[in-house]
T-cell receptor, first 111, second 112 residues
Framework: GQNIDQPTEMTATEGAIVQINCTYQTSGFNGLFWYQQHAGEAPTFLSYNVLDGLEEKGRFSSFLSRSKGYSYLLLKELQMKDSASYLCAVRDDNQGGKLIFGQGTELSVKP | DVKVTQSSRYLVKRTGEKVFLECVQDMDHENMFWYRQDPGLGLRLIYFSYDVKMKEKGDIPEGYSVSREKKERFSLILESASTNQTSMYLC???????????FGPGTRLLVL
């Protein structure tokens, strides 16, 4: 089967750094995606990891360890507009390449 | 820019009505998907399509059907709407099975 876990909610301060973790168990892993979703809006793509290591994109970085079934999304220099839900999704090739989504982590950035 | 559009942002229907949700993408993507999103449950895949006139069941297809007559358009149909189908419905598309999925703005459906 498959299982994706991420914290339900987190709070951080403007200007700080926050790390959102995601653990997964899936038999046909072939890539992990992070999406950002503001309230009432569609998810927007942030990052993609398929090999172990860190992918950096401006203030956002994403890390993957396939042996540990673990990823994190790192947000630096937090801004108020970063308050959103962050969705971790895993592609499972044993299910035709479908994306399996976690429940999302609701991040609140406080002044 | 990838553009995925959905026919309505908000929709209110009555139990038993037939409901059509339309999704259109303008990037010539092969793959299209319908999800629903509910608090505490995340995004769940209803149906997807890898080509015109082709459809595959997702994780929760019961109570839904789909149609893909043209490459750019993927329709979700609720044959007889029920209150437990009140949800946010999200359409997505991708170039192929490997590439990133891009989402439309969502349709918030309320079934009374």
């Amino acid at each position: 089967g498959q299982n994706i876990d991420q914290p339900t909610e987190m709070t951080a301060t403007e200007g700080a750094i926050v790390q959102i973790n995601c653990t997964y168990q899936t038999s046909g892993f072939n890539g992990l995606f992070w999406y950002q979703q503001h309230a009432g809006e569609a998810p927007t793509f942030l990052s993609y990891n398929v090999l172990d290591g860190l992918e950096e994109k401006g203030r956002f970085s994403s890390f993957l360890s396939r042996s540990k079934g673990y990823s994190y999304l790192l947000l630096k220099e937090l801004q108020m507009k970063d308050s959103a839900s962050y969705l971790c999704a895993v592609r499972d090739d044993n299910q035709g390449g479908k994306l399996i989504f976690g429940q999302g982590t609701e991040l609140s950035v406080k002044p | 820019d990838v553009k995925v559009t959905q026919s309505s942002r908000y929709l209110v229907k009555r139990t038993g009505e037939k409901v059509f949700l339309e999704c259109v993408q303008d990037m010539d993507h092969e793959n299209m998907f319908w999800y629903r999103q509910d608090p505490g449950l995340g995004l769940r895949l209803i149906y997807f399509s890898y080509d015109v006139k082709m459809k595959e069941k997702g994780d929760i297809p019961e109570g839904y059907s789909v149609s893909r007559e043209k490459k750019e358009r993927f329709s979700l149909i609720l044959e007889s709407a029920s209150t437990n189908q009140t949800s946010m419905y999200l359409c997505a598309s991708s170039v192929d099975r490997i590439e990133t999925q891009y989402f439309g703005p969502g349709t918030r459906l309320l079934v009374l």
